[in-house]
């Protein structure tokens, strides 16, 4: 059997990968990008109505930043595949669409063999940019569910249409919750929003978006040493949406919307899904992460020499929260809980992850398996390396690594 030899095999053709190729085609290293569907193929397989929740300013992919007329905008779905897509053509990219990586494992020579859909190939070196999304994961209690239920995760979802009639539970209150709780609601379908801890923050704060105010704070530039644990790196990004020009997304604005909230997830008891009696907790934790966030502006900007913005206490909170809901009435069951790194399934380095999953690394190369680097993933550096915002950094960090080689 024939083995196709490159430089440097790059896994995944969204914005980390392209990132890096761009570096690469910079340097002037032969290198294939190996994508098992199309160009920015995450972002193609979001719900319809999706769009960025970080403004389009945030885009800062090298020799692809945005460059529109809406910097404070958020790009809609469709908007960030054709930005990826121009990007890619705008340096030609080598990337091999339709082609399923199976595995990567050591080669005989020494180097990394990636055995694909089409073909082996060797390489001296290899990115895994497979992004910091790649596998759905479920709560306990999920298996409880009937089978006769219509039950998927998020990245099945794409409208209020598809789903059947009937109550809508939404498993998992991050971002992803939030936003499809709040689409179906104004669908005039009943929801229900099964609550977790999340933390929440304004949209804009004094007429800015409250990003732009992070960006001005150590904040993105935190690593998962500055984490309460590693195991933080699996938690709830900020609370909100992009939706409509941007607004405020958080349990208060979904109560007041009509969505009913609930506690954490149980799974099916007797003929009802149960929940913990935990919402008043999970609203706790959000509101101190809000305080967090108004102590750092405020001593960030005392640091600058600036007025720091003011942020007034969270209004209160009440909700009468069902401990159970009847299946009968129940239409369907979106899980949004979450991703977890599926790097053991397909990498036959088992030494070279962590027990959550991560890779053990520096710097984005690998600590264990000499040739093997990373990007895309959640905490790879710090706090902003999942982000279009910060892989381009990333990226540039690991090219200096490869050159070295």
């Given at each position: 059997m024939t083995v196709e030899?490159?430089?440097?095999?790059?896994?995944?053709?969204?914005?980390?990968?392209?990132?890096?190729?761009y570096e690469l085609t910079d340097a002037g290293v032969d290198h294939a990008v190996i994508e098992r569907g199309r160009v920015g193929q995450s972002w193609r397989t979001r719900w319809d109505s999706f769009c960025l929740v970080t403004p389009n300013w945030t885009v800062q992919l090298p020799g692809g930043e945005y460059a529109g007329h809406d910097p404070n905008g958020f790009m809609p779905r469709d908007e960030i595949v054709a930005h990826l897509e121009t990007y890619a053509a705008s340096f030609g990219a080598p990337v091999r669409e339709g082609v399923d990586v199976w595995s990567v494992e050591p080669a005989a020579s020494g180097q990394l063999l990636l055995r694909t859909s089409a073909g082996d190939v060797e390489a001296e070196a290899v990115v895994l940019a497979t992004g910091a999304y790649q596998k759905p994961n479920r709560p306990a209690g999920a298996e409880t569910l009937p089978s006769s239920l219509h039950v998927i995760d998020s990245e099945l979802y794409t409208n209020p249409d598809m789903l059947p009639p009937g109550k809508v539970l939404v498993v998992g209150s991050g971002q992803t919750g939030c936003q499809i709780a709040e689409e179906l609601n104004e669908a005039d379908r009943e929801v229900l929003l099964a609550c977790g801890r999340a933390p929440w923050g304004p949209r804009r704060i004094e007429g800015r978006d409250t990003l732009s105010w992070l960006v001005e704070t150590p904040f993105m530039e935190q690593t998962v040493a500055?984490?309460?644990?590693?195991?933080?790196?699996?938690?709830?990004?900020?609370?909100?949406?992009?939706?409509?020009?941007?607004h405020d997304l958080h349990y208060r604005t979904l109560l007041a919307a009509g969505v009913t909230l609930c506690g954490h997830f149980l799974g099916v008891e007797d003929v009802g899904v149960g929940f913990a009696d935990d919402l008043a907790d999970s609203v706790a934790f959000g509101d101190d992460r809000y305080r967090d966030l108004g102590k750092l502006l405020r001593s960030s900007c005392v640091k600058r020499g600036i007025r720091p913005p003011d942020l007034p206490p969270p209004e209160p909170f009440e909700a009468d929260a069902p401990d159970r809901v009847d299946l009968e009435g129940l239409g369907a069951v979106i899980f949004t809980a979450g991703y977890r790194p599926d790097y053991k399934r397909w990498v036959h380095f088992p030494n070279a992850f962590d027990e959550l999953g991560f890779p053990i690394q520096h710097d984005g190369a690998s600590s264990v398996v000499p040739g093997l680097?990373?990007?895309?993933?959640?905490?790879?550096?710090?706090?902003?390396?999942?982000?279009?915002l910060g892989v381009g950094e990333d990226a540039r960090i690991i090219i200096e690594q490869l050159a070295g080689r």
């Open positions: 030899r490159v430089k440097v095999a790059v896994v995944g053709g969204g914005q980390a990968g392209l990132a890096i190729s500055d984490l309460p644990s590693p195991r933080a790196r699996l938690g709830a990004n900020i609370q909100g949406t992009g939706r409509g020009g941007g680097y990373f990007l895309g993933t959640h905490f790879l550096r710090n706090r902003k390396s999942s982000l279009l």
